[in-house]
């Protein structure tokens, strides 16, 4: 093992989003006032370190964006002066597709109703958030991540961060740099959906909520159209085509300032068919005649993919060990109905300060301790959020009419429904096997160039980018199943629900044999989430790789 630099804080918060820098910053606060009182111990906010795997804060947020701006209020109180706001909702509308025609509902449904939002970009809220947090004194490092979680006990005191120049046989170049061990009292997991640390924590000590995590992906472009295509201000969803019935899914359009519109298919990862191609099928959903019209004589700026948890409160894991909580996406903040959750984020890494606060002033950073954030989110606006949608996504397992249906129940019961709780399974598990191996040489979908794109295309757009000698982040346990049972029994469905042309089956000398172009990689986790056999393993890969959301 390589001799590591070893640093000691009080405070190690791992992500630096909505949740992770609204953690850092209310607790730089709180320990301002704290000390201002006179009270023992001092405390220093020099002794919180945030953690950032992507090359600047930022670079990896993505999201719709409509946010309520109910959270971040409570943490900048005058943000409206100063945060970077694109403009607020000034109308809203669900429609329903066909594969021709688009009809808008003559009434909003309250969940969509967004007038008091605002549309923004979350890569550059988080940048501002960055700002504000540094300029508190506390530490704030990007193109580091964690790597591996440092047990203790029953439970974390830290994270060791990635090694720098390793190639990808796994051997140390010229410019080698062994990972930091970096010990803290408390340990924050604010890495977002699927985070890879999360996912060892709550497997090591069996966190898992009640029903597995239920995840969705989400893929977008933001795009520059001629002046008066879309007005600033303007929200909708929609659902129909080209999501078929029996899936959950539905598409959103945002109309931006500068003649901007940010667009996307939000698709949920529980669907049947192997070979049913998400970015296929949100490039098709640019075709309606109703965005053919809005974004033609436009151009792509920027693409993205993100996975998004929509379990709500049923798949919450536990959210606190000994010296550790769990925050944000990674602990399940996230309202499915209404597809917001950069509020619950925020609020979320709020009340982990102050639960932080009572630790680092008691000296008891214990699982026991910890465990008032919990009670501080059910004594929240977090509760009753989450609470009467804790039922929603799962009623839709079995196609949107059915779901719809449940939805109903759901609204005139408080979330209980006709079933309560709703069990779920994994998403993964909702594929169905081939009847036989699927027919060879399938041309891939590759856009005209102008509307529509291939994979690679939006990959380039998405400002991807990652050191290509180094070790691949994508870890194949069982590589002999991707070449014998998937192709039999799913056809490699990687290939097709991966949004970036990661994984490619190819034929070397006549054998198949999986391609992982792991420099693609946006960062998404879909194929940890949906591979059929789990033998995919995201690992974070040297910090500063992965794609840069500027503006997203």
Not at 161 to 170: A, L, R
Not at 353 to 380: M, N, P, R, W, Y
Not at 412 to 433: C, F, N, Q, T, W
Request: hydrophobic share 35%; aromatic share 10%.
């Amino acid at each position: 093992m390589p001799e590591r630099e070893k640093l000691d804080a009080d405070v190690l918060i791992v992500g630096a989003g909505p949740a992770g820098l609204a953690c850092a910053l209310h607790l730089s606060n709180l320990i301002r006032q704290h000390n201002e009182s006179g009270a023992k111990p001092e405390l220093s906010t020099e002794n919180i370190y945030v953690l950032e795997k992507g090359r600047e804060v930022g670079a990896h947020q993505l999201s719709g964006a409509v946010m309520d701006p109910r959270g971040l209020k409570e943490l900048v109180p005058d943000f409206e002066t100063s945060a970077p706001l694109d403009t607020p909702v000034t109308d809203d509308c669900v429609m329903f597709f066909t594969e021709k025609s688009a009809l808008r509902f003559p009434i909003t449904p309250p969940p969509f109703k967004n007038r008091g939002n605002y549309i923004i970009s979350l890569s550059k809220l988080t940048k501002w958030l960055g700002g504000l947090v540094e300029k508190t004194g506390v530490n704030l490092f990007t193109q580091f991540a964690g790597a591996n979680l440092i047990y203790e006990g029953e439970g974390i005191a830290g994270v060791i961060t990635e090694d720098k120049g390793v190639d990808k046989n796994g051997q140390p170049k010229d410019n080698f740099t062994p990972g930091y061990e970096l010990r803290a009292k408390v340990t924050v997991l604010a890495e977002g959906t699927r985070g890879s640390l999360t996912k060892q924590l709550v497997s090591k000590y069996k966190l898992d909520g009640l029903n597995p995590q239920i995840y969705a992906l989400g893929i977008k472009e933001l795009w520059e159209v001629p002046a008066g295509h879309v007005p600033p201000g303007f929200v909708a969803h929609t659902m129909g085509w080209p999501v078929d019935m029996k899936m959950y899914g539905g598409g959103f359009i945002y109309g931006m300032k500068e003649n901007r519109v940010s667009l996307g298919l939000v698709l949920g990862l529980e669907y049947h068919d192997p070979l049913f191609d998400p970015h296929e099928a949100f490039q098709q959903f640019k075709t309606h005649p109703f965005l053919k019209k809005m974004l033609e004589g436009g151009k792509l700026v920027r693409y993205g993919a993100k996975t998004l948890p929509e379990g709500g409160w049923y798949s919450m894991p536990r959210t606190f060990v000994d010296g550790g909580l769990i925050i944000g996406d990674s602990a399940s903040f996230l309202n499915s109905q209404k597809l917001k959750g950069i509020n619950l984020a925020i609020k979320s890494g709020m009340l982990a300060a102050e639960t932080i606060l009572d630790a680092l002033k008691s000296g008891d950073a214990s699982a026991k301790t910890l465990s008032s954030f919990q009670k501080k989110v059910e004594a929240s606006w977090i509760k009753p959020d989450l609470w009467a949608v804790r039922n929603f996504h799962q009623g839709f397992h079995n196609g949107v009419w059915m779901g719809m249906i449940h939805a109903a129940f759901q609204q005139i019961s408080g979330g209980r429904g006709l079933v309560d709780p709703m069990r779920a399974h994994a998403g993964h598990e909702a594929y169905y096997k081939l009847d036989g191996p699927p027919l060879a040489g399938g041309e891939r979908f590759k856009g005209d160039g102008k509307l529509t794109f291939d994979r690679l295309t939006d990959v380039y757009h998405s400002g991807t980018r990652h050191e290509e000698d180094q070790p691949c982040h994508l870890n194949i346990l069982e590589p002999d199943i991707c070449i014998s049972r998937c192709p039999q029994e799913y056809g490699n469905p990687c290939e097709y629900f991966c949004p970036a042309a990661v994984y490619e089956m190819a034929r070397e000398d006549g054998k198949l044999k999986l391609k992982i172009n792991a420099s693609n990689c946006v960062h998404c986790k879909t194929c940890d989430i949906m591979d059929p056999y789990q033998i995919i393993n995201w690992v974070v890969p040297e910090g500063g790789g992965g794609p840069n959301y500027e503006g997203m």
